[in-house]
T-cell receptor, first 111, second 114 residues
Framework: QQQVKQSPQSLIVQKGGISIINCAYE??????FPWYQQFPGKGPALLIA?????SEKKEGRFTISFNKSAKQFSLHIMDSQPGDSATYFC??????????FGTGTSLTVIP | NAGVMQNPRHLVRRRGQEARLRCSPM?????VYWYRQLPEEGLKFMVY????????ESGMPKERFSAEFPKEGPSILRIQQVVRGDSAAYFC????????????FGNGTRLTVT
């Protein structure tokens, strides 16, 4: 059973556009929601994370929106750049337990 | 400040051989996670360990796979009698505490079974 469902599987965006990736979860005990960025041949790297006591967190061009009642969270990449082309994973966890990852979104930003 | 170190980066084994993957967590991190990734797929949880303890091995096949994180030295993921289906990238990640502290990943070991 997939604990965290991620969509879309792939995304193509023009340079300067907004990239939006969505995730949904079922377990209301989750209390930490990170996003990871992975380039080919590399391990995933933490991009930004949010806890359920806030509805939005922004770091530079990256924003997480969190909807606790809908059990959904999303990553927005503003002014998308070709260098943002990578695979993005959402995840969820609870204290002392494992992290559950979404299936990933392959983002391509066209110059 | 060295990150999570995994070795080897690439490992080729023939069917039936043993594969040993090593992971040295970041300094000060005592929690280690192992994940498997197949091409075009996500990260599949395998096992979560603390020093000398297996906390959660629910994602690890019961046959042929084992993991340890001794008091001294790296964490080891061992795959005995490898089969072609074991070919994948195996990632290790560490945190200072489990769960809600950021995971730091290594660059993985790419296992190819011929």
């Amino acid at each position: 059973q997939q604990q965290v469902k991620q969509s879309p599987q792939s995304l193509i965006v023009q340079k300067g556009g907004i990239s939006i990736i969505n995730c949904a979860y079922e377990n209301t005990a989750f209390d930490y929601f990170p996003w990871y960025q992975q380039f080919p041949g590399k391990g995933p790297a933490l991009l930004i994370a949010i806890r359920p006591d806030v509805s939005e967190k922004k770091e530079g061009r990256f924003t997480i929106s969190f909807n606790k009642s809908a059990k959904q969270f999303s990553l927005h990449i503003m002014d998308s750049q070709p260098g943002d082309s990578a695979t993005y994973f959402c995840a969820a966890s609870t204290t002392g337990n494992q992290f559950y990852f979404g299936t990933g979104t392959s983002l391509t930003v066209i110059p | 400040n060295a990150g999570v170190m995994q070795n080897p980066r690439h490992l080729v084994r023939r069917r039936g051989q043993e594969a040993r993957l090593r992971c040295s967590p970041m300094k000060g991190h005592s929690h280690v996670y192992w994940y498997r990734q197949l091409p075009e797929e996500g990260l599949k949880f395998m096992v979560y360990l603390q020093k000398e303890n297996i906390i959660d091995e629910s994602g690890m096949p019961k046959e042929r796979f084992s993991a340890e994180f001794p008091k001294e030295g790296p964490s080891i993921l061992r795959i005995q009698q490898v089969v072609r289906g074991d070919s994948a990238a195996y990632f290790c990640a560490s945190t200072p505490t489990g769960g809600t502290s950021p995971l730091h990943f290594g660059n993985g070991t790419r296992l190819t079974v011929t």
